[in-house]
Each structure stands twice: as structure tokens, then as C-alpha cells.
């Protein structure tokens, strides 16, 4: 995180980007004079934004064969994608209508529901690897036989899942073509989520069209919040499309967000220092944004100090994910209060021993899904 950035890294910063400014453009050119431009192609398929970054490379108009053979790259890496994008989105269509037939919710989540108009009508803009679905907790079960009824198989160890995730996975051969699904049952991720945070995301939904389809979205603060949480859930290492989905977002939204309310279910869920944090990211990276987090006090802003000290070097780059024990830190520290850090401590030992096939210790068990795990 704190190392210097390369010029290559540095120009796929002014790239990854729906509309560049004109300052975005210029700072692209001169980085683009130093960068390595096949690994700017290396680095934007690692980071899941084929499209946007070939849009903004071919705007630029950069003479010679490096750069005529990188647009190029970026070009079919971009039909691929969106050709792969548009199976996924009709699957997810098709699953929503089927679950709307039966009187149940089925609500587009991640990249699917960021690919429904806003921020993304090119689908080939960035990539999506399964169909992410969040369901009300007391309709899991009739939405996982609906699932299953559309020829997908469950993944194994549901009960572990069930007990230690916040989604069951299943699988389906399309063509020739393998398509994942995950229903999830809370936006929040099982570090943030509650029964109670869920039903309230729940009631929240709102209608949404696209292509004459109604679908039930998170409302736009729910929306950016969950973004920000998975950021935190995958401990901010990962792929760089997660910052941009984050960026686009805010700046499609403009001023229909809702700060005050966006920032008061960030501290209800005890993960105002990871929506901090998240966002402080993505402002470095990709800013400057609409939105900055309000002044935090500060205990708040050693708390997100030493949580930027605990990431691993590079993890937008290729960086390996934090070890266990510094992973399992870094979500202590995510929780803003110290009763929560230590019920997750408590969760992840009943994890550890559940993983090498024991039964936890029931002052350590805790359930993920409450009484549908048995």
C-alpha cells in the first residue's frame, strides 16, 4: 500500500476511469512515455477492467506498435467480456422473473446489479466470474430449490457454509461454459451483517427498470456500503475492479446519496472504520471523489492508520493476501467495537475447529444462518 507506485501502475490509475478529465489525460501521456504498455494490458486483466481501461488507452491515440498491439489486447479482451457478461446478465434475469412468478425476492447484488444501467451500460466494461444474489433470510430455502430446478448443483459443504458464510454456492454448465451462482443472505458480509441489518436492507429495496425488466434493487446508500464492506470482507487485496465499481458508482449516483443516512448504517453495523478506510483507498486511487468520509476523532484515525500499516504491499497488484493470523487481526480491527472484535475472534476459533473436523465448543459456536445450518 505504501510503496511507490510504478509508472505503468500509475498510468492504469488515469485509465481506469468512465470519463477521464482532462487531467486524467495528460498525466496518462506522460506516465504512458515511461510505462511498460504489455504490462498495463498484464495488469488491467489481473484487475477485472478490460473495457474501461481500453476506451480510455485508444482515446489517447499513443503512436507506435507497443501501443497499437495494447489497444489491441484490451479491444478483444473487452468482446470476450462482454460477450461472457451478457450470458451471465440474462441468466440473472431469467432467475429474478422466475423467483418474481413465486411471490419471492430475488435481488441483483454486486456486479450484476452494477451492470443493470448504473454506473455500467457497457457490459464489457469490466469482468463478473458468477451471478451474486441476495435473498431475505426467510426465503433462502424455497429460492435455493428454484436454483436447483434451473439444472444447477449445490456445492459441497453447505453446512459449513452455512454456518461460517454468508452465501451457498452453485454450479451449471452453460454450453460449454461453466456459470456460478452465490445467494447470499446478507449485503453486509458475515464480518458487518446482522438478522436485523438484513431485514432493514430488505426493506429498503427499491423498484428498478432496465430493458423492460422491473427488478428489486439495495437502495443507493445499501448499494455503496456493501461495495465498500466487500472491500473490507476480501481485507482490501484483491482486484482493482472493486475500487472502481466504488469510484463509478459514487459519481453516477451524484447527489442522490444520502450521506448522513450512508454513514449512520456504516456505525450501526460497527464498520465506520472500514467504510473509512474503503474509501480513503479508492479517493487515493481513483480520486478525487464526490464523497469524502466526515472527520473522525482520534481514536478512529489511529484505528485506520494501523489498519493501512497491516495491508499487505501491493494487494491491487498480485500481492498474496495477508497470513491467517494477520487477516484475522485486520478484521478484529474492522469492527469498531471491542465486544464485536472478540465475538469474531471467538467465531474464527470455532471455524478453525470445525475446518480440522471437530465440533467448537458451544461458548464458541456461533451460526451464520441461525437454525437453517441444522
Known amino acids: 500500500m505504501t510503496a511507490p507506485l510504478t509508472p505503468t501502475q500509475l498510468l492504469l490509475l488515469r485509465l481506469a476511469r468512465l470519463q477521464p478529465s482532462e487531467e486524467d489525460r495528460a498525466l496518462a501521456r506522460f506516465h504512458a512515455a515511461r510505462a511498460e504498455l504489455g504490462e498495463l494490458v498484464r ?3 489481473r484487475g477485472g477492467v478490460p473495457g474501461v481501461v481500453a476506451s480510455a488507452l485508444a482515446a489517447l491515440r499513443l503512436e507506435g506498435a507497443p501501443a497499437r498491439e495494447a489497444t489491441r489486447s484490451l479491444a478483444l479482451a473487452t468482446l470476450r467480456t462482454e ?4 450470458e451471465l446478465l440474462a441468466e440473472t434475469r431469467a432467475l429474478c422473473l422466475a423467483a418474481a412468478e413465486r411471490g419471492l425476492t430475488l435481488v441483483p447484488y454486486k456486479g450484476m446489479a452494477l451492470f443493470l444501467g448504473r454506473p455500467y451500460r457497457d457490459l464489457g466494461t469490466r ?4 451471478i451474486d444474489l441476495i435473498a431475505p433470510r426467510e426465503e433462502l430455502l424455497e429460492l435455493e430449490r428454484l436454483i436447483l430446478s434451473f439444472g444447477y448443483r449445490a456445492r459441497p459443504g453447505r453446512r459449513y457454509f452455512l454456518r461460517h458464510h454468508q452465501h451457498l454456492g452453485f454450479a451449471a454448465e452453460r454450453g460449454d461454459r461453466a456459470v456460478s451462482v452465490e445467494l447470499h443472505w446478507t ?4 464480518l458487518f451483517g446482522t438478522e436485523e441489518s438484513d431485514r432493514a436492507a430488505m426493506d429498503r429495496l427499491v423498484a428498478y427498470e432496465h430493458e423492460g425488466v422491473r427488478y428489486r434493487l ?8 456493501s461495495l465498500l464492506l466487500h472491500l473490507a470482507n476480501h481485507r482490501f487485496a484483491g482486484q482493482l475492479k472493486w475500487l472502481v ?14 450521506e448522513a443516512a450512508l454513514f449512520a448504517r456504516a456505525r450501526a453495523l460497527g464498520a465506520d472504520a472500514a467504510a473509512v478506510v474503503g474509501l480513503q483507498l479508492v479517493d487515493a486511487l481513483l480520486g478525487p471523489l464526490p464523497l469524502r468520509s466526515p472527520r473522525r476523532g482520534l481514536a478512529m484515525q489511529l484505528r ?4 493501512e500499516r497491516l495491508l499487505p504491499e501491493g494487494g491491487l497488484w498480485g500481492a498474496r493476501a495477508p497470513s491467517q493470523g494477520r487477516g484475522v487481526l485486520l478484521d478484529m480491527l474492522l469492527r469498531d467495537r471491542a465486544r464485536e472484535s472478540l465475538a469474531h475472534l471467538a467465531f474464527k476459533l470455532a471455524e478453525l475447529y470445525e475446518r480440522k473436523g471437530g465440533e467448537a465448543p458451544s461458548a464458541l459456536r456461533r451460526t451464520g444462518l441461525g437454525a437453517v445450518a441444522d
Open 43 to 45: 495488469l488491467a486483466l
Open 83 to 86: 460477450l461472457e457478461n451478457r
Open 127 to 130: 469482468t463478473a466470474v458468477d
Open 187 to 190: 449485503p453486509f458480509f458475515l
Open 218 to 225: 439495495l437502495d443507493p446508500e445499501d448499494t455503496l456500503l
Open 245 to 258: 465499481d466504488i469510484a463509478e458508482l459514487l459519481r453516477s449516483i451524484g447527489g442522490a446519496l444520502d
Open 304 to 307: 485506520a492508520a494501523l489498519i
